[in-house]
């Protein structure tokens, strides 16, 4: 007989997959059905991300969950955050899924703080500034691609877009939603100021729903397809969202969940806009439960990706841990978060000539480059533990990371050693749990946000790390 479960389909900018989950004996428990690699391709002159290999990988492991034994009951999409499509009046895409690494925003930021002020932005909607936000793209496209916007009819994020090729239902989910820059962090709708100011047509967006909504079964010809039908129900389809319902302690802890980004932040009840706030660029991104995540950007492991790929893929990620840990005396740091390293011709050159420049040693290998990557972010990690500290005026006793990068035992330690605090590392896959989470919350299977995260800290292992002497 097959095992019923609920499938998270985790789609992140270094790889995609597909995670069935189920409870047993009071635990959670997971199998990876599928995995495929994601990266940004060059389509149309943009840099894009392939929307219709997305989709077809995401059936791949519908299918394969089957050969695993399993029966879905629910499934449920997540994504990075900020990129969209838009549909016209047949539903037909008239764009790509342009990648926020995309040059097309240069400059946009800018131009629209002259329409809005910067500091209005910013207490409206609560959310840092970057310079690919969505609110940013579209004003790329009101400026010079205003035919595409004259056309629109609909409005999806990555995750919303697969939900509707699932069920045929058009909605933005509000986790994600928040990361456009064009949400109110009060009223938590879409903020028709804001795009009437920007001339942005508000009527192509659709109904915010809350994550543990249901949207319904599948379409008919894709429940025969896979020979079975199940619901959809909306996680938090930001991944950053559903990571951080994995966090179990959220009190004293101060999370960073670490994959192609760093994002360091802690859970909040209600958006902290504070000039402060502003001025260290922090965001209040909506969460579970109204909830936020008071967080910010920091570049994170996408440099170490780069890296790998600069290098064909000649080292694995724990080649690379291990080749710095050998670097004992090398120390080199770079400014990570500068706009150089979004998206370098070449990231090796990008990480030399940033050393050069800041008077450091210049690294020659790949273990001094994986070192001075590890070592910078682990210092712009300390960083931001300062201000969140100051901000709350308040001391946190340990970091929980979370996420790919909490398997780099180095960076692990170097975190620990530059912050002295208790590092507690993993889950390792807590956007697909915190993903699966919810969709059990919304089943009534489980009781509650806390509930879920009691149950996540009994089903997982997770390692300690504290300051070496
Ligand atoms: P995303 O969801 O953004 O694609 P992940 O959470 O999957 O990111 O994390 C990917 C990162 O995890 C990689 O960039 C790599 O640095 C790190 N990683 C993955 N496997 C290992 C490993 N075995 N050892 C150390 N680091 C790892
Ligand atoms: C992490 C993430 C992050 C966003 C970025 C675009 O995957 O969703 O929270 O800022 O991608």
């Not at 932005?121 to 691609?145: A, D, M, P, S, V």
């Not at 697969?162 to 938590?188: I, P, R, S």
């Not at 439960?289 to 724990?318: C, P, T």
Request: charged share 25%.
């Amino acid at each position: 007989m097959k095992k019923t479960c609920n499938l998270a389909v985790d789609l992140g900018a270094s790889s995609g997959r597909i995670i069935a989950g189920y409870t047993q004996d009071g635990r959670l428990h997971l199998k990876e059905v599928y995995r495929f690699e994601n990266r940004i391709v060059h389509k149309n002159n943009h840099f894009c991300w392939d929307i219709g290999k997305l989709f077809a990988e995401m059936k791949k492991g519908i299918h394969q969950s089957r050969e695993y034994g399993f029966k879905p009951v629910s499934i449920g999409v997540d994504s990075w955050a900020v990129d969209f499509v838009l549909l016209d009046e047949e539903d037909n895409l008239l764009t790509d899924a342009v990648a926020y690494r995309d040059q097309r925003t240069d400059g946009m930021m800018e131009e629209v703080f002259n329409i809005i002020r910067k500091e209005e932005l910013y207490f409206e909607t609560g959310i840092q500034f970057q310079k690919f936000n969505t609110i940013y793209q579209l004003y790329y496209l009101k400026k010079h691609r205003p035919d595409i916007l004259k056309k629109a009819k609909t409005f999806l994020m990555i995750p919303d877009y697969l939900h509707f090729l699932l069920t045929g239902k058009k909605v933005n989910e509000y986790t994600n939603a928040t990361t456009t820059q064009l949400v109110n962090a009060n009223t938590k709708k879409w903020d028709k100021k804001i795009l009437d100011k920007l001339e942005i047509p508000s009527e192509m967006f659709q109904q915010i729903r809350m994550p543990k909504s249901c949207l319904g079964k599948l379409r008919p010809e894709l429940a025969e397809e896979f020979g079975f039908d199940m619901e959809v129900i909306l996680p938090a389809t930001h991944d950053t969202g559903s990571a951080v319902v994995s966090v179990p302690e959220t009190d004293d802890t101060i999370y960073i969940s670490s994959g192609t980004w760093s994002l360091i932040g802690i859970e909040t009840g209600f958006p902290i806009c504070s000039a402060k706030a502003l001025d260290c660029n922090f965001t209040n991104e909506g969460g579970l439960d109204y909830r936020f995540r008071f967080l910010k950007n920091i570049m994170g492991l996408w440099m170490i990706q780069e890296v790998k790929r600069n290098l064909n893929h000649r080292y694995s990620y724990a080649d690379f841990a291990k080749l710095a840990s050998m670097e004992r005396h090398f120390h080199a740091i770079v400014p990570v978060n500068d706009d150089r390293f979004l998206k370098p011709e070449n990231m090796i050159e990008e990480i030399r000539n940033a050393c050069l420049e800041n008077n450091q040693p210049v690294p020659e290998n790949p273990g001094q480059i994986a070192k001075t990557v590890f070592e910078s972010l682990a210092f712009s990690y300390q960083q931001a533990v300062e201000e969140i500290e100051q901000i709350f005026h308040k001391r946190f006793r340990k970091i929980n990371v979370i996420g790919g990068g909490s398997q780099n035992e180095l960076l692990n330690q170097l975190i620990a050693d530059k912050t002295k605090k208790e590092i507690v590392a993993g889950p390792v896959e807590a956007t697909a749990i915190g993903n699966i989470a919810v969709q059990l919350i919304a089943q009534g299977k489980i009781g509650s946000l806390d509930k879920a995260r009691k149950i996540i800290r009994n089903s997982f292992d997770m390692n300690t790390y504290t300051k070496t002497e």
